[in-house]
């Protein structure tokens, strides 16, 4: 077995404490964590030669919040990424003065080591023609990928007058901090589970199998009604051409009082050498919240060790698969 293979925490027990939003990512013999912090003011990695070392591995601040103006404040799910042998960090934040004006921001590493830096802030993605993209001031959850040659990114945003409803879009880029296309919509709470509280797709994440291109989110708002929905297409096709991708009408994680999990979601995925895949996500251990679940400390990262079946991770260790 690869060293890499083994967890000591069983995948329903917290593998790192009060940490939200988990993205792992292993760069070599190298793995590492980073998350929301229940403050929201900073952004910290670790790192560690195994993904359970990550578990104990002491924690680096890397950046900080801004006193006021943008990046002051609600500073949210970072994820880091080796891009074209650069670090970035893709996060998103808000405004002392105005802290739902939230958008996502890029940090760039001058250096070969993320944890030693130093980082320069790359402000928001710019189109093609070198203009500033324009978010709307609600817009968070980037993650990138690169498929069959090509690069794109996911992220939440919202819209509509009244109730605010939040999608996921995506856009192909031309690199780490432009995009090459505009965006298109590629999912909208379309369903009941996906409208409690509030009307919600966000905290994309992206897996490829042998034969599929998949892509899992959060829904819902952030208590134990938070689940995973999932969309998938097959690996040959364009991820551009929405019409390719299937979706769950069902969740495809949710809310289990018997393993003791309340509001998985927001998650990442991280292979090993091996090519064994797993799962890292936030879920509380209980459900009964006091006030704003938003500002409630223990959402704890978990990790489960995933199986698959006809080409799709599979939820649960007891094997049970979602319904389509």
């Not at 069983?10 to 939200?20: D, G, L, S």
């Not at 980073?34 to 030669?49: G, K, M, N, W």
Request: with cysteine; hydrophobic share 40%.
């Amino acid at each position: 077995m690869n060293r890499n293979d083994y967890l000591k925490t069983p995948w329903n027990t917290p593998f790192i404490a009060q940490r939200a939003d988990p993205y792992v990512t292993r760069e070599g013999e190298r793995w590492y964590f980073t998350a929301s912090v229940p403050e929201y003011d900073r952004i910290a990695l670790r790192t560690a030669d195994t993904l359970e070392g990550l578990r104990t591995a002491e924690e680096t601040v890397v950046w900080r919040a801004h006193e006021s103006g943008v990046m002051s404040r609600h500073i949210w799910a970072p994820e880091l990424h080796r891009i074209d042998g650069v670090w970035y960090l893709y996060f998103a934040a808000g405004e002392r003065e105005d802290i739902w004006k939230i958008r996502p921001w890029v940090l760039r590493c001058e250096g070969e080591d993320p944890l030693r830096g130093p980082w320069t802030e790359c402000g928001n993605l710019r189109r093609a023609d070198g203009d500033e993209f324009s978010f709307t001031d609600f817009s968070l959850d980037m993650t990138v990928f690169a498929h069959n040659g090509r690069r794109y990114c996911v992220w939440a945003e919202k819209v509509s007058v009244g109730r605010k409803i939040s999608n996921l879009y995506i856009a192909e880029m031309a690199d780490a901090l432009t995009l090459r296309t505009p965006q298109m919509l590629l999912t909208s709470p379309t369903y009941a589970w996906e409208r409690h509280g509030y009307w919600v797709n966000e905290g994309p994440a992206v897996l490829r199998t042998e034969d599929k291109l998949v892509l899992t989110y959060s829904a819902s708002d952030t208590g134990p009604a938070y689940c995973m929905g999932m969309l998938w297409m097959d690996a040959d096709a364009d991820p551009m051409n929405i019409s390719a991708w299937h979706k769950a009408s069902r969740p495809v994680f949710a809310t289990d009082a018997e393993k003791g999990l309340f509001g998985p979601g927001h998650n990442s995925f991280v292979r090993d050498a091996d090519g064994q895949a797993y799962l890292v996500y936030h879920a509380r251990p209980y459900d009964e919240i006091i006030g704003d679940p938003l500002y409630d400390p223990n959402r704890h990262a978990y990790v489960m060790r995933l199986a698959f079946r006809d080409g799709l991770p599979v939820f649960s260790l007891d094997g049970q698969m979602f319904q389509k």
